[in-house]
């Protein structure tokens, strides 16, 4: 199976700042890649797909790049909403594996 | 409104068993794949099951034999039955969508299941 590695574990950024979390697959997995958040209590929702397509509703200081192994969100001015875990998965073939999951917390 | 409503979790004993079920309104239930998803206390997110609109099914090495996932589409329902359970299979077990795009959709809220005597 497809092992997908997220760092950093945990990224403390202050309100207003701009967040990069990373995904790395252990072999290429195209732009099937998706990017997932949760927050406390709540089902996970999905924020991207095919690694740069933003999912509906999902604003536009959200943004995905990358294809191949390794991948980047990134968030250009945090807003207290978006505290959250962070999951990439890919879906590239089965099993549909994920990352770890950063946790974005406030600085 | 479009959406997935698990239940079925409770407090088992280990060793025990337990059938969660999954509803699915406001699409067309055939038409996609399912998943189980499950979140131990603390921990990340990991894939548990997969259903396909053929009947076809996948899972984990982790829970192969344990784990039996299955569907009825007259009656939009998706159903995961767990067997000798242990205490690392208690966790929030999601029930999930696969969408045209082949990412995950559309997520329930999730029901718990507690393994413990």
């Known amino acids: 199976e497809i092992v997908m590695t997220q760092s950093p574990a945990t990224l403390s950024v202050s309100p207003g700042e701009r967040a990069t979390l990373s995904c790395r697959a252990s072999?290429?997995?195209?732009?099937?890649l998706a990017w997932y958040q949760q927050k406390p209590g709540q089902a996970p929702r999905v924020l991207m797909h095919?690694?740069?397509t933003r999912a509906t509703g999902i604003p536009a200081r959200f943004s995905g790049s990358g294809s191949g192994t390794e991948f980047t969100l990134t968030i250009s001015s945090l807003q207290s909403e978006d505290f959250a875990v962070y999951y990439c998965?890919?879906?590239?073939?089965?099993?549909?594996?994920f990352g770890q999951g950063t946790k974005l917390e406030i600085k | 409104e479009v959406q997935l409503v698990e239940s079925g979790g409770g407090l088992v004993q280990p060793g025990g068993s337990v059938r969660l079920s999954c509803v699915a309104s406001?699409?067309?239930?055939?038409?996609?794949?399912f998943h189980w998803v499950r979140q131990g206390p603390g921990k990340g997110l990991e894939w548990v099951s997969t259903?396909?609109?053929?009947?076809?099914?996948y899972y984990p090495d982790s829970v192969k034999g344990r784990l039996t996932i299955s569907r009825e589409n007259a009656k939009n329902s998706l159903f995961l039955q767990m067997n000798s359970l242990t205490a690392g299979d208690t966790a929030v077990y999601y029930c999930?969508?696969?969408?045209?795009?082949?990412?995950?959709?559309?997520w329930g809220r999730g029901t718990l299941v507690t393994v413990s005597s």
């Open positions: 072999e290429s997995v195209s732009s099937n």
């Open positions: 259903i396909g609109t053929g009947d076809d099914t």
């Open positions: 998965q890919h879906y590239h073939k089965r099993p549909y594996t």
């Open positions: 999930v969508r696969e969408g045209t795009g082949w990412y995950f959709d559309l």
């Open positions: 095919g690694a740069s």
């Open positions: 406001g699409f067309t239930f055939s038409n996609y794949d």
